[in-house]
């Protein structure tokens, strides 16, 4: 590749993502953010469409008769936290490092592959290139990724960019909120009457500590549950009639959250009602072409324990992109530059190897 092509190209991108650093654009406030990407995409002549604050373009020989590649990412970010030194809205750059609001989760993958997207804009490809900037990723919003993907045909593929220090993601966890209750009988607390829900309560909580699931996965293990909230009673001297508990199930690909559902509710007394089977577990098979491209390219595979777009995204998915998860929701966020160059290096590698080839010899 050209080195003074490749280098501008990668200035872009990082200049790309300074604008960004510098806007705010919490979950269900990215407008500007949303319009600085639009007007990035204008000044490369590249038609977009925008529903809400999700941007999406394609390739410019896109053809219905091709099969379809969506590069995904994000641009909205979570509030900053009260340890930042720096401030969280200005891009700072130093020693090789780019500080800022968003600038690791998910700032650099986000410019990293649009960069890769524009690389490939107008060649005459065998795929169909689709690029979409994600909104409300942070809280899994009904506006985000899944309020567009009626507007794109089905894809062989997804690239969902996060950092993950450019390893592969070839499971993710999905995420099973449950609303329980724990039905007893109110009476005076004085006079040993009732049943005590509190109790009952305990009961099934002692239960969820100890409980296993019966199937795990190769690369995320077993499921985790735990309870997370209690909320019982009103007044001291009257023992509760109902107990109210949350319960966080993190799911791996070896369960759909319907599955999970049911085999925790067979042991548990409360009474269960899961919030959304919206947020699955995902997961590519061994014999996936991306997989055989992770080979030839010696990316590391593993299964990440973070939830992303992916949980939302109807067909085979991977999650790779430049900077670390450590850093990210982490006060002074930053990613190095460094790292941005070489995503957008390997993402070109990635998609070039997958497009160019119907098999990768072993």
Known sequence: MENTYLNNLKMKAINL??????????????????????????????EFTRIGNNIIAFNLHFDDQNPSILLNSHHDTVKPND???????????????LYGLGSNDAGGPLVSLLASFLHFYAKEIPYNLIFIASAEEEISGKNGISSVLEHIPKCELAIVGEPTQMKLAVAEKGLLVIDAIAKGKAGHAARNEGENAIYKAMEDILKIKNFKFKKSSNYLGENKVSATVITAGQQHNVVPESCHFTVDVRVTDAYSLEEAFEELKSQLDATLTARSFRLQSSFIADGHKMMEVAKSLGLPKYGSPTLSDQALIPFDSVKIGPGDSARSHTADEFIELKEIEDGIETYIQILEKYMNHQKIEK
Request: glycine content about 6%.
């Open 83 to 97: 340890g930042y030194t720096n401030n969280p809205f200005e891009a700072i750059e130093q020693n090789g490092k």
């Open 17 to 46: 993502l300074k604008e960004l650093i510098a806007i705010p654009s919490f979950s269900k406030e990215e407008h500007k953010t949303a319009n600085a990407i639009g007007n990035f995409l204008n000044r490369e002549s590249i």
